[in-house]
């Protein structure tokens, strides 16, 4: 742990159990999450932004004012905004994570009358960090290999891989196996990088449907790295947020949805990322349905299967 990682510490000295680790402090000042809103949600005059692009931003405007119903996209923007504002830098690659695969993200817009292009959380502060977003070729083991590697170098910023689908992370499985999931006792070299894997069967085909979580599960051992399928765009900000809120690295895998990114259930009030709130491991029902004494079976279920049921059960 010298010179870029220096002041971290070993993994092996940090407290083990949830319990003892819910005092990470991920949440933002709600002054900071405005900011990075309004930002995120206007584009400058003089710019011709798509009009279908342009009512999403006004939609998202729109959930920093009233501070509700902030989507998944919505939710990692203003994970990203609040990091390059406390001075980390962000780096995000993969096929297509400029627009989002599902059309979900657009963290770069482009001039429909000149091809200039505009990335809006760049634009938060004149003192902030800088976020570098990159669509890269269909080269996943080169990819997230690089980008693997920009990580042992990066400690205190945010490295950021997602899958265009989440199966086509299997073109990366060398990198996945030698290096992010038994680096750390292998090599004797922490990461922090994040791999975002969408994940759902959405009608799209084989290929475009599993992101094996099975698989992941099996390649965790000795506390190597985390493995989330998150239900909340809460959660998701405060995930973010605690890999470099920590002292030390670990490598996240997240699920990320599909149908979700627009669900009207799926969606979180901007209190539930502001101070006072955390990162929550299990997640309270939010219907009453019977009193506590009455409950005799309890469903521990994430992500989309929560909202389906929730839906079938109204």
């Not at 709600?30 to 930002?39: C, K, T, Y």
């Not at 973010?240 to 949805?257: E, G």
Request: with cysteine; charged share 20%.
């Amino acid at each position: 742990l010298e010179g870029h990682w220096a002041g971290l510490a070993l993994p092996a000295t940090q407290p083990e159990s949830p319990e003892q680790q819910v005092e990470l402090h991920t949440a933002a000042p709600i002054e900071q999450l405005n900011r990075v809103g309004m930002a995120i949600s206007m584009p400058p005059a003089n710019f011709e932004t798509n009009p279908k692009i342009l009512r999403q931003l006004e939609a998202k405007r729109a959930m920093i004012e009233t501070g509700e119903g902030v989507d998944w996209a919505t939710g990692e923007a203003l994970a990203f905004g609040t990091l390059l504002l406390d001075g980390h830098r962000v780096r995000l690659s993969g096929e297509d994570v400029q627009r989002g695969t599902f059309s979900q993200r657009h963290a770069v817009l482009v001039d429909q009358t000149n091809q200039n292009e505009y990335v809006p959380l760049n634009n938060i502060d004149s003192a902030q960090a800088k976020i570098e977003i990159y669509n890269s070729l269909l080269s996943e083991v080169g990819v997230l290999g690089f980008e693997y590697g920009y990580s042992l170098d990066t400690p205190h910023g945010t490295v950021v891989w997602e899958a265009q689908f989440g199966d086509f992370a299997n073109g990366a499985q060398a990198i996945i196996d030698q290096f992010i999931t038994s680096g750390e006792r292998k090599w004797l070299r922490m990461t922090g990088l994040v791999m975002l894997l969408p994940h759902g069967y959405e009608g799209q085909g084989p290929e475009h449907s599993s992101a094996r979580i099975e698989r992941y599960l099996q390649l965790c051992a000795e506390r190597n790295m985390w493995v989330c399928n998150l239900t909340t765009p809460a959660n998701y900000f405060h995930a973010l947020r605690r890999q470099l809120h920590r002292n030390f690295r670990k490598p996240l895998i997240l699920f990320t949805p599909k149908s979700i990114l627009r669900d009207k259930l799926a969606v979180s009030p901007l209190s539930a990322m502001a101070e006072g709130s955390r990162f929550q491991f299990v997640l309270p029902e939010i219907d009453a349905i019977a009193p506590a004494e009455k409950v005799r079976r309890v469903i521990l279920c994430s992500g989309k299967v929560y909202y389906d049921l929730l839906r079938e059960r109204r």
